[in-house]
Protein backbone atom coordinates (compact mmCIF):
# COMPACT_ATOMS: atom_id res chain seq x y z
CA UNK A 1 0.00 0.00 0.00
CA UNK A 2 2.58 2.25 0.92
CA UNK A 3 4.42 2.10 -2.51
CA UNK A 4 1.47 2.31 -3.96
CA UNK A 5 0.91 6.12 -2.11
CA UNK A 6 4.59 6.56 -3.19
CA UNK A 7 4.04 6.18 -7.21
CA UNK A 8 0.86 8.45 -6.74
CA UNK A 9 3.01 10.64 -5.12
CA UNK A 10 5.88 10.63 -7.58
CA UNK A 11 3.33 10.65 -10.11
CA UNK A 12 1.90 14.13 -9.02
CA UNK A 13 5.12 15.46 -8.32
CA UNK A 14 6.30 14.55 -12.22
CA UNK A 15 2.99 16.85 -12.98
CA UNK A 16 4.53 19.91 -10.65
CA UNK A 17 7.55 20.01 -11.83
CA UNK A 18 6.23 19.92 -15.63
CA UNK A 19 3.56 22.96 -14.53
CA UNK A 20 6.72 25.30 -12.51
CA UNK A 21 8.91 27.72 -14.02
CA UNK A 22 9.57 31.09 -13.70
CA UNK A 23 7.47 34.18 -13.86
CA UNK A 24 8.62 37.63 -15.29
CA UNK A 25 7.94 39.10 -11.62
CA UNK A 26 10.45 42.07 -10.52
CA UNK A 27 10.71 40.05 -7.22
CA UNK A 28 12.40 37.20 -8.36
CA UNK A 29 14.64 37.98 -10.99
CA UNK A 30 17.95 37.12 -8.94
CA UNK A 31 16.32 33.84 -7.74
CA UNK A 32 15.95 33.26 -11.62
CA UNK A 33 19.21 34.27 -12.09
CA UNK A 34 20.53 32.00 -9.46
CA UNK A 35 18.60 28.88 -10.54
CA UNK A 36 19.83 29.13 -13.88
CA UNK A 37 23.59 29.46 -12.49
CA UNK A 38 23.47 26.64 -10.07
CA UNK A 39 21.84 24.29 -13.26
CA UNK A 40 24.96 25.34 -15.35
CA UNK A 41 27.41 24.35 -12.23
CA UNK A 42 25.56 20.87 -11.78
CA UNK A 43 26.01 20.65 -15.64
CA UNK A 44 29.37 21.48 -15.55
CA UNK A 45 29.71 19.07 -12.43
CA UNK A 46 28.18 16.47 -13.66
CA UNK A 47 30.40 16.67 -16.95
CA UNK A 48 33.35 16.97 -14.90
CA UNK A 49 32.25 13.74 -12.44
CA UNK A 50 31.99 11.85 -15.90
CA UNK A 51 35.14 12.85 -17.07
CA UNK A 52 37.01 11.78 -13.98
CA UNK A 53 36.08 7.94 -14.34
CA UNK A 54 39.72 7.03 -16.14
CA UNK A 55 42.01 9.12 -14.04
CA UNK A 56 44.05 8.49 -11.24
CA UNK A 57 42.78 9.77 -8.01
CA UNK A 58 46.30 10.67 -7.01
CA UNK A 59 46.19 13.42 -10.25
CA UNK A 60 46.33 16.60 -7.74
CA UNK A 61 45.44 18.50 -10.76
CA UNK A 62 42.24 16.68 -11.42
CA UNK A 63 41.81 16.50 -7.45
CA UNK A 64 41.84 20.66 -7.12
CA UNK A 65 40.05 21.19 -10.26
CA UNK A 66 37.40 18.88 -8.72
CA UNK A 67 37.55 20.75 -5.32
CA UNK A 68 36.88 23.68 -6.85
CA UNK A 69 34.21 22.72 -8.86
CA UNK A 70 32.28 21.69 -6.09
CA UNK A 71 32.81 24.62 -3.88
CA UNK A 72 31.72 26.53 -6.39
CA UNK A 73 28.54 24.55 -6.78
CA UNK A 74 28.21 24.72 -2.64
CA UNK A 75 27.84 27.91 -2.91
CA UNK A 76 25.78 28.67 -6.01
CA UNK A 77 23.28 25.59 -3.56
CA UNK A 78 23.96 27.79 -0.85
CA UNK A 79 22.92 31.54 -2.49
CA UNK A 80 20.15 29.94 -3.90
CA UNK A 81 19.12 28.68 -0.76
CA UNK A 82 19.23 32.11 1.37
CA UNK A 83 17.39 34.16 -1.36
CA UNK A 84 14.94 31.67 -1.55
CA UNK A 85 14.46 31.94 2.15
CA UNK A 86 14.75 35.80 2.13
CA UNK A 87 11.60 35.67 -0.73
CA UNK A 88 9.39 33.16 1.50
CA UNK A 89 10.43 35.53 4.91
CA UNK A 90 9.50 39.06 3.02
CA UNK A 91 6.34 37.59 1.01
CA UNK A 92 7.38 37.78 -1.82
CA UNK A 93 7.07 33.96 -2.21
CA UNK A 94 4.02 31.94 -0.76
CA UNK A 95 4.22 28.29 0.44
CA UNK A 96 1.23 25.48 -0.09
CA UNK A 97 1.26 22.33 1.49
CA UNK A 98 -0.45 19.94 -1.57
CA UNK A 99 -2.32 17.18 0.73
CA UNK A 100 -2.46 14.30 -1.03
CA UNK A 101 -5.35 13.22 1.58
CA UNK A 102 -7.55 15.20 -0.09
CA UNK A 103 -6.81 14.70 -3.19
CA UNK A 104 -3.52 17.12 -3.25
CA UNK A 105 -5.90 20.18 -2.33
CA UNK A 106 -3.29 23.24 -2.06
CA UNK A 107 -3.15 24.82 1.55
CA UNK A 108 -1.66 27.66 2.67
CA UNK A 109 1.15 26.62 5.02
CA UNK A 110 3.92 29.18 7.06
CA UNK A 111 7.46 29.29 6.73
CA UNK A 112 7.84 27.30 10.20
CA UNK A 113 5.26 24.73 9.05
CA UNK A 114 7.66 23.41 6.18
CA UNK A 115 10.62 21.35 7.41
CA UNK A 116 7.64 19.17 9.71
CA UNK A 117 5.72 18.70 6.63
CA UNK A 118 8.87 17.84 5.07
CA UNK A 119 9.94 15.30 7.04
CA UNK A 120 6.65 13.82 6.73
CA UNK A 121 7.65 13.19 2.97
CA UNK A 122 4.47 15.76 2.25
CA UNK A 123 4.47 17.82 -0.76
CA UNK A 124 4.99 21.96 -0.33
CA UNK A 125 5.25 24.19 -3.16
CA UNK A 126 6.48 27.76 -4.15
CA UNK A 127 4.85 30.15 -5.86
CA UNK A 128 5.00 33.71 -6.97
CA UNK A 129 3.22 35.70 -4.33
CA UNK A 130 2.46 38.37 -6.78
CA UNK A 131 1.04 36.35 -10.16
CA UNK A 132 0.68 32.91 -7.88
CA UNK A 133 3.20 30.98 -10.93
CA UNK A 134 3.81 27.37 -9.67
CA UNK A 135 8.01 28.05 -8.91
CA UNK A 136 9.12 25.17 -7.93
CA UNK A 137 7.55 21.75 -5.12
CA UNK A 138 9.87 20.31 -2.47
CA UNK A 139 9.74 17.25 -1.85
CA UNK A 140 12.04 14.96 0.53
CA UNK A 141 13.00 11.34 -0.35
Not at 23 to 47: F, G, I, P, Q
Not at 77 to 90: A, V
Not at 117 to 139: G, R, T, Y
Request: charged share 35%; net charge positive; hydrophobic share 30%.
Amino acid sequence: MKSKQMSKNEFYLSKLYKKSKFCKCKNLVRLHSLAEERKELETLCNDLFDSLSGIHKGDDEVRDIYEQKIYERISFFNEHNLELNLLIKNKKLKLYYHNEKNNYNKQPTTYKRVEKLLNKKKIVCVHCSNCNQLIAPIFKK
